[in-house]
């Protein structure tokens, strides 16, 4: 209701209301609340219950550090760097550069051909179908893994807008220490707790 002035005797503005509840919100967000809430209800099955499970502010921290250190080249770069050759009339190098592989097909065949030194996947992939058997793969490869938050975050390492997966295949002399302490603590966390984490159901509150 409008307040009265008790000086002039005109009214005033109506005061603020919280309007969230009436706003036609998009259809992506309706579908994101809806599905958070069915999670919430319903018994959710171990393989997919194990993608709420992602590493701690930490470690995650870690992770993306060593990830930007790796990241491919942009399309403006690439072509920046053709160009350049193309002026010093070099041909292109035959050794391939150390960076992050992405892809989920590329990663798929660099776990099955034992190449992936640690994969990272999104918690966030959808639908789940498209990741909900990459832990499995790894656990049966002997890959460290590790599920971290959001796949936009993924995808700003690669220039891309999402990621589902991503890996590494090697690293320089110098960050292999801290490449072995990640991975000592994903093995930890991920693959030493197999028989844990495929018997823990989420949900069902």
């Known amino acids: 209701k409008a ?28 579908l994101q609340r809806q599905r958070r809430t069915l999670y919430q209800r ?20 870690n992770i993306f550090k060593l990830l930007k250190k790796y990241q491919p080249e942009s399309s403006a770069e690439k072509k920046e760097r053709l160009r350049n050759m193309a002026a010093a009339g070099k041909t292109e190098s035959t050794k391939k550069p150390m960076v992050v592989k992405y892809g989920l097909n590329h990663v798929t065949g660099l776990i099955e051909k034992k190449k992936a030194q640690l ?38 390492v690669v220039h891309k807008k999402n990621a589902a997966a991503l890996c590494i295949t090697g690293v320089k002399a110098e960050d292999k220490n801290a490449l072995s302490n990640i991975i000592s603590s994903v093995k930890t966390n991920y693959n030493d707790r197999y028989d844990e984490i495929r018997k823990t159901w989420g949900g069902g509150n």
């Open 119 to 156: 994969v990272i996947i999104a918690h966030d992939v959808d639908p789940i179908e498209l990741v909900v058997w990459l832990p499995a793969l790894c656990r049966k490869m002997n890959i460290p893994y590790c599920i971290v938050k959001g796949k936009s975050r993924l995808g700003r």
């Open 3 to 30: 307040v009265v002035s008790t000086q002039s005797g005109h009214y005033g503005r109506e005061p603020k209301r919280d309007l969230r509840r009436f706003v036609r919100w998009p259809k992506y967000i309706r």
């Open 42 to 61: 319903l018994k959710v099955p171990p393989s997919i219950n194990q993608f709420t499970m992602t590493v701690d502010k930490s470690l995650a921290t």
